[in-house]
């Protein structure tokens, strides 16, 4: 398996514009996890996916984030409008059922967005 | 509600000494898992290990050791011999199987080594 597909890698745009940050999770896995990274916070859970449907989005900061999940193998993540403080790297996890013998995640190799 | 404590920001030791990143969690759950990915400074993160909360076993894995105490709390990694290929950032995670699907990670550590 290829892993966790992220894309793209490297993400630069102005303030203001749309970003669409993408995902393939891995087949089989029917949970996805958006995390952002950044050197004041950590990781942060963003929204998680079960089945394609959002479960918990109580860790997107604010309603310029929305993520879909269309289908089992993709997954958007959409700012709009992106922010200088929005910069960070983005990753998108999956995993068979949390909390079981098959619990760990496997992450992407993330997406570096820098918003100037 | 769980918590992960990585103490130690970053921690520094000359090329085949051996280091040891510490963990500590808090949790009221009986049943739970913990892990340790890695984050080399290409940035992926890559698991390392889980182990739940069953299984008190020490597991080694070449010059990789966790060492799980559930009477102290702490799920401690060992990197034996450490060579200059180890320097990344690694992370302590926590989580439930009772009806918590989320990963809590700890603040990560970043270990360095000196060739």
């Known amino acids: 398996d290829a892993g966790v597909i992220q894309s793209p890698r490297h993400e630069v745009t102005e303030m203001g514009q749309e970003v669409t940050l993408r995902c393939k999770p891995i087949s089989g896995h029917d949970y996805l996890f958006w995390y952002r990274q950044t050197m004041m916070r950590g990781l942060e859970l963003l929204i998680y996916f079960n089945n394609n449907v959002p479960i918990d989005d109580s860790g997107m900061p604010e309603d310029r984030f929305s993520a879909k999940m269309p289908n089992a193998s993709f997954s958007t993540l959409k700012i709009q409008p992106s922010e200088p403080r929005d910069s960070a790297v983005y990753f998108c996890?999956?995993?068979?059922?949390?909390?079981?013998?098959?619990?760990?995640?496997?992450f992407g190799q993330g997406t570096r967005l820098t918003v100037v | 509600a769980q918590k992960v404590t990585q103490a130690q920001t970053e921690i520094s030791v000359v090329e085949k000494e051996d280091v040891t990143l510490d963990c500590v969690y808090e949790?009221?759950?009986?049943?739970?898992?913990l892990f340790w990915y890695k984050q080399p400074p290409s940035g992926e993160l890559v698991f390392l290990i889980r182990r739940n909360s069953f299984d008190e076993q020490n597991e080694i894995s070449g010059r990789y050791s966790w060492n799980f105490q559930k009477s102290t709390s702490s799920f401690n990694f060992t990197i034996t011999a450490s060579q200059v290929v180890d320097s990344a950032v690694y992370f302590c995670?926590?989580?439930?199987?009772?009806?918590?699907?989320?990963?809590?990670f700890g603040t990560g550590t970043r270990l360095t080594i000196i060739p």
């Open positions: 995670a926590f989580i439930s199987n009772f009806g918590n699907e989320k990963l809590t």
């Open positions: 949790t009221r759950d009986t049943t739970y898992y």
């Open positions: 996890a999956s995993s068979r059922e949390p909390g079981t013998v098959n619990t760990e995640a496997f």
